[in-house]
């Protein structure tokens, strides 16, 4: 089975950085799409970062020059490394494979549980 599990998460001062880690478990054939994404309440869900399995990337205008995703396959692990974090940032980090699985017939959506990042000034 697939589990994405966020680590990493917490409150910081305006400024400051912090790297949030995804764990991957799960075995796949193919993971073409690595991303994160950011939700605040009654905002809809939007896309941080994305990772193509060719080494593209791709950032939300508001984080670009200050994020980074970037991943460890070794390690199973993806990560969103934020710089110069602004109050802006704070909101519930995800996740996010698009994966053919193995034990399974297509590509699917796989997310992570979020994991809160607060951004005070």
């Known amino acids: 089975q697939v589990e994405l599990v966020e680590s990493g998460g917490g409150l910081v001062q305006a400024g400051e950085s912090l790297t949030l880690s995804c764990s991957v478990s799960g075995s796949f054939y193919n993971i073409p799409t690595r991303a994160w994404y950011r939700q605040v309440p009654g905002k809809q869900r939007e896309l941080v970062a994305g990772l193509s399995s060719d080494g593209s990337t791709n950032y939300a205008d508001s984080v670009k020059g200050r994020f980074t995703i970037s991943r460890d396959n070794a390690k199973r692990m993806v990560y969103l490394e934020m710089d110069s974090l602004k109050p802006d940032d704070t909101a519930v980090y995800y996740c996010?494979?698009?994966?053919?699985?193995?034990?399974?017939?297509?590509?699917?959506?796989?997310w992570g549980q979020g994991i809160p990042v607060t951004v005070s000034s």
């Open positions: 996010y494979l698009k994966a053919f699985a193995r034990g399974t017939v297509q590509f699917s959506d796989y």
